[in-house]
């Protein structure tokens, strides 16, 4: 079992930045790849970054590359999400996801637990 609990979400303006960050509870985390996706009002959840157990494979989506940063401390059990230059489009409500087989997958599907995630307001 793995519960997940995610904060550093808020209002901000385009070009801003912020840091969201998800701890864990659970033996599981360190062997667990995590993941963050995002889903913002009438559209599906769409995945944004992932990352391995041991933290040397990350994955974005194109739409983030440049822009956010994924990393995770394991004596923490904490993955975050370092968000900058963010417009508008960004909006959406972040959730943190983990993956118990430990490989950092990009469909919702193959993780197992989801956080209860936290808003993302870019303002124009």
């Known amino acids: 079992q793995v519960q997940l609990v995610e904060s550093g979400g808020g209002l901000v303006q385009t070009g801003g930045s912020l840091r969201l960050s998800c701890v864990a509870s659970?033996?599981?985390?360190?062997?667990?790849?995590m993941g963050w996706f995002r889903q913002a009002p009438g559209k599906d959840r769409e995945f944004v970054a992932s990352?391995?157990?041991?933290?040397?494979?990350?994955y974005y989506h194109d739409s983030v590359k440049g822009r956010f940063t994924i990393s995770r401390d394991n004596a923490k059990n904490t993955v975050y999400l370092q968000m900058n230059s963010l417009k508008p489009e960004d909006t959406a409500v972040y959730y943190c996801?983990?993956?118990?087989?430990?490989?950092?997958?990009?469909?919702?599907?193959?993780?197992?637990?989801w956080g209860q995630g936290t808003q993302v307001t870019v303002s124009s």
């Open positions: 996801a983990a993956e118990t087989a430990g490989t950092p997958a990009l469909s919702i599907y193959e993780y197992d637990y």
């Open positions: 990352i391995s157990w041991g933290g040397g494979r990350t």
């Open positions: 659970g033996r599981s985390f360190r062997t667990s790849a």
